[in-house]
């Protein structure tokens, strides 16, 4: 799997977007970028993934660049509770292996 | 998506003795993996718990450490044998349902070895 770099952390204002950036920049053509968050005491949480079109769904928009070499998790409205570690992971979907690699991933606060 | 059980929900337990997790699923699932959180730590994963025949352990991590069963594709458990304070981790179990591979976590359990 490819390995993404993430920063260690981020601070965002409330009701401001958090854009939160990931290089995965020895991406294959057939990985997708995944993105988790886990909130301080609770399992991980799936948010969203994507190919190579840009993704939007209820909790998050995903932004992958032309050359797919890095994506940008965007939060509209950043709340208190949106304030977790978030993390970003490559991996070829389906398969045999079912498992996610976890790197170390962002740490975003967001703050009243 | 799936709604997944775990229990217990933390434990504090002695140096020597022996854990088991338990992971219950609300529904079949094919895939199910078994992660451990050391503390500041991301995750990691330990082992794939397939059914009806032996898991799949990652490096680092044996069987006779980490026994796992799985009995039907609804239920696992994960055993911490002979613990010691290195032990002292959340494990988490997640299933995987999506099409394209996403995970679902349980909500983990902690363990502290005293």
């Known amino acids: 799997d490819a390995k993404t770099t993430q920063p260690p952390s981020m601070d965002c204002a409330e009701g401001r977007a958090a854009n939160l950036p990931c290089n995965h920049s020895?991406?294959?053509?057939?990985?997708?970028v995944y993105w988790y968050r886990q909130i301080h005491s609770q399992g991980p949480q799936y948010i969203i993934h994507?190919?190579?079109n840009n993704e939007t769904n209820e909790m998050a928009s995903l932004i992958i660049t032309e050359d797919r070499k890095s994506s940008t998790l965007i939060l509209p409205h950043a709340t208190l509770r949106d304030t977790a570690v978030y993390y970003c992971?490559?991996?070829?979907?389906?398969?045999?292996?079912?498992?996610?690699?976890f790197g170390k991933g962002t740490k975003l606060s967001v703050k009243p | 998506s799936a709604v997944i059980s775990q229990k217990p929900s933390r434990d504090i337990c002695q140096r020597g003795t022996s854990l088991t997790i338990q992971c219950q699923v609300d529904?079949?699932?094919?895939?199910m993996f078994w992660y451990r959180q050391q503390p500041r730590q991301s995750l990691t994963l330990i082992a794939t718990?397939?059914?009806?025949?032996?898991?799949?352990?990652e490096s680092g991590f044996v069987i006779d450490k980490f026994p796992i069963s799985r009995p039907n594709l609804t239920f696992s458990t994960l055993t911490v044998s002979n613990m010691s304070p290195e032990d002292s981790s959340i494990y988490l179990c997640?299933?995987?349902?999506?099409?394209?591979?996403?995970?679902?976590f349980g909500e983990g359990s902690r363990l502290t070895v005293l």
């Open positions: 718990a397939n059914q009806g025949s032996e898991a799949t352990y």
């Open positions: 529904s079949q699932v094919t895939m």
């Open positions: 997640s299933v995987r349902t999506g099409a394209v591979g996403e995970l679902f």
């Open positions: 994507g190919l190579k």
């Open positions: 992971i490559v991996r070829v979907a389906g398969g045999s292996q079912g498992n996610l690699i």
């Open positions: 020895t991406i294959s053509g057939n990985e997708y």
